[in-house]
C-alpha cells in the first residue's frame, strides 16, 4: 500500500509540475503562451473542484463501486485525459475561448479524479492494517510518497525541455504527458491482485500479533483484578468481625453485672 501511495504521489506530482511549465511555453514550440495570472486562474478553478469532490464526490462514488474500483476507475480516466492534453496547443492560433474551455473542463476533471484517487489509497492503508499498526503504516507512506514527490518534477521538466527541441512525434512536447499516462495505467495494473478485503475497514485483530498480545495481556489483567477483589472482599469481611467481637464482649459483660 505504500508503495501504491509513493507511486500516485510521483505521478501526480509530476503531472502539478508538468502542466504550468507547458502552458507558459510559447504557442510556437506547442504551449499556450499563458502569463502567470492566466495560470493561476486555472488553478484557482482546480481548487474549487478539488473542495467539492472532497465533500460531495467521492463519497458517493466510493459507496457506490468501492475502493479498488473507484481507484482503477481515476486511473483509466486520468490516463486518456493526459494524452489529450498536449493537444490543446493546437486550438490556440484559432480560438482563445475554445483553449480557455478545454483547459478549465481539463484542470476540472483532473483534480475530481486525482483526489478521488489519492483519497482511495490513503483508505487502503488505514483498511490494510490494525490500530496498533496505523501510525507506523502511515508513517512509512508519507516518508515514501514525499521522496517520490521530490523525484517527479526534477524528472519530468527536464524531459518536458528537452522534448521542445524535437520535431518528430511522439518524442516532441507530447512526450512527458504520454509518460505520465503510461505511469497511470501502470498504477491501475498494480491494483489487480489486491485483495477485496481492503474495501472494508481492518476487522480480523487475531491475525495481528499486538492486537493478541493486547488481548491476552488483558485477559489475564481481569483474572488477577478478580482475584486481587476476592482477597481484598475476604480482608474486609475479617477486619469487620474483628472489630464486632469486643462489642460483643463488652455485652455480654454488662449483662453479667446486671
Known sequence: MCCLYAFNGFVQTSVDALFPVWAAADVNEGGLGFTSSQIGLVSAVGGVSMILTQLFIYK?????????????????????????????????PACSGCVWAAVLSYV??????????????????VNAVCDEDMAKANGIGQSAVALTRAVGPSLITPMLAWSFHNTGMPFDYHFPFFFVAAMQLL?????????????????????????????????????????????LGVMHTGRDEAALLPAVDDVEANGKQL
Open 187 to 231: 498504477g491501475a495494473l498494480l491494483t489487480i491482485h489486491l485483495p477485496t478485503t481492503l474495501n472494508e475497514p481492518h476487522k480480523s485483530k487475531s491475525g495481528c500479533s499486538s492486537c493478541t498480545t493486547t488481548t491476552s495481556n488483558t485477559s489475564g489483567d481481569g483474572a488477577a483484578t478478580d482475584e486481587v477483589a476476592v482477597q
Open 60 to 92: 458517493r462514488i466510493a459507496k457506490r463501486i468501492k475502493l479498488l474500483w473507484t481507484n482503477r476507475l481515476c486511473c483509466l480516466v486520468l490516463a486518456p485525459l493526459f494524452v489529450a492534453v498536449p493537444f490543446i496547443s493546437l486550438l490556440a
Open 108 to 125: 476540472w476533471v483532473y483534480q475530481l479524479f486525482r483526489q478521488c484517487g489519492m483519497a482511495v489509497v490513503i483508505t487502503f492503508i
